[in-house]
């Protein structure tokens, strides 16, 4: 079984940050390729960065260069270090694995990008 809780979402003014977190209860976590996704409203949700176990991460072109993934394996958690935001950026954003397991979505966290 895997749950999973993500904090850190909030109003945030265009081109500030925010640091997202995801507490995951799941076997194994330090060989778990782990994902951050969003959705925004009306749109289907997207990927937006993964993390390897051994750190390899990728992103999608959206947030490259303004958008970290971390992980904390001692502590079984992800965080999604999010700069420069913009008001595209809108959305809930939800942890999962790499590739999702579509049985593990969780609430999610709201982030919205607003002056």
């Known amino acids: 079984q895997v749950q999973l809780v993500e904090s850190g979402g909030g109003l945030v003014q265009p081109g500030g940050s925010l640091r997202l977190s995801c507490a995951a209860s799941?076997?194994?976590?330090?060989?778990?390729?782990m994902g951050w996704y969003r959705q925004a409203p009306g749109k289907q949700r997207e990927l937006v960065a993964h993390?390897?176990?051994?750190?390899?991460?990728n992103y999608a072109d959206s947030v490259k260069g303004r958008f970290t993934i971390s992980r904390d394996n001692a502590k079984n958690t992800v965080y999604l270090q999010m700069s420069s935001l913009k008001p595209e950026d809108t959305a809930v954003y939800y942890c999962?694995?790499?590739?999702?397991?579509?049985?593990?979505w969780g609430q999610g966290t709201q982030v919205t990008v607003s002056s």
């Open positions: 993390i390897t176990s051994r750190r390899i991460v």
């Open positions: 999962n694995l790499y590739p999702a397991l579509e049985t593990a």
């Open positions: 799941i076997s194994i976590f330090s060989i778990r390729t």
